[in-house]
């Protein structure tokens, strides 16, 4: 009899633990921004951009005991979503798998774990769909698609007064593929040939949905080099102080123009495997170079 009521209490004091467990915070989507902020001993600098289009390594995010994203919407391992240290939340993003061809669209609607060596972490669905191992890394591109971005943004409180201008969109081109592995049979369709800078048709004003859809694309598979580029300025006597602090890595110096503009960089590389480029970058940043990042040659 002992025995029972105690074994009763146990039941009866977890049941009272469960019940007492706070509560889900309401979700509350809002464009976020944000202030300079520091993690993993980085800093990080938010900044609107409705048409970035850069290469690096993508992870897959962590689950989290935050159980909403930095722009307040609900957390969700099953969502097309994703994290980036300093874009503008939210934005609607093209992530192709550069080693797989594999693309989907994602909302990037988080800030994700701050790794200055990641340029996008992605849900776990939306990793496996692109065909990303749960514990590893994949050269990628991202690339911001402006029509529905700013869409996304302007349903949103707080957003700020945007002119949307829709950019003409071009025909696309389709088929039925076999689905990848991870994608449920019939749960989307393949695309063989997309115009830049497009993604799910919408009308002037339409804002995506927040659960966006499992769309997976083939392409070409395009695996390139690591590299790391330091920072960029105008003068190439400042180029070559970088060089000097990184001159172990032998960096080079490499002029390109950007808006008309004449600018010079360091560039280490190529590297050989992501361990490697990791840790150079841990040593750029340490160095005082703080727009060191790694990117895909």
Known sequence: MNRILRLAGVLLTALLLH?????????HPHY????????????????????????????????SPARLTTDGEVFDQSAMAAANPTLQLPAIARITNLQNGLQVVVRINDRGTGDPGRLVQLTSRAATLLEIPANGVAQVRLEVLQNESRAAVASLPGAPSLAVT??????????D???PPGVNQGGGHAVTAVAANTGPAL?????????????????????????IRLDAFPERNYAL???????????SIVAFRQDRVRLYRAEIGPIPDVATADSILRQALAR???????VVN
Do not use: H
């Open 166 to 175: 829709m950019a003409p969109r071009q025909s696309v081109e389709s088929t």
């Open 19 to 27: 019940g007492c467990k706070e509560p889900a915070p309401p979700a």
């Open 203 to 227: 009308g002037p004003g339409d804002a995506p949905p927040l659960r966006l859809p499992e769309t997976v694309t083939r392409t070409a598979p395009q695996p390139g080099q690591l590299m």
């Open 241 to 251: 102080q970088q060089q000097r602090k990184m001159s172990d890595a032998n960096p």
């Open 288 to 294: 005082g170079i703080p727009d060191a990042r790694i």
């Open 32 to 63: 976020v921004l944000g202030a300079p902020y520091q993690a993993g001993g980085v800093w990080f600098y938010p900044a609107e951009s409705y048409s970035l289009d850069a290469t690096g390594l993508a992870s897959v995010l962590p689950d």
């Open 177 to 179: 593929l076999a689905p």
